[in-house]
């Protein structure tokens, strides 16, 4: 098993042991970029705050202390596409 389909499914910035989703959470997939079939846990998070995020990752382009920025897709709410990596 190789690192991306290791990490697909996982929730962002949860912890190792117990990374997989949890049915009382709600969860959008990131697509594409260094955290691509992660989800992220967007539970009680305002749409306004979930327009963008830029999410710490080490393996990305600026690897440890980078970002990657991600946004959410316009025709489905429940996918966040990448748009690049950040400082």
Do not use: C, K, N
Not at 6 to 23: E, Q
Not at 69 to 74: A, K, N, S, V
């Amino acid at each position: 098993m190789d690192e991306v389909e290791f990490l697909r499914g996982r929730v962002y910035g949860a912890d190792h042991d117990d990374a997989g989703p949890r049915p009382d959470r709600v969860y959008a997939q990131l697509v594409g970029g260094p955290l691509d079939g992660l989800l992220l846990d967007v539970t009680d998070r305002s749409a306004h705050e979930l327009r963008e995020v830029a999410l710490t990752t080490e393996i990305g382009r600026y690897g440890p202390g980078g970002r990657a920025l991600y946004e959410r897709r316009d025709a489905d709410d429940g996918r966040f596409d990448w748009r690049g990596d950040i400082r």
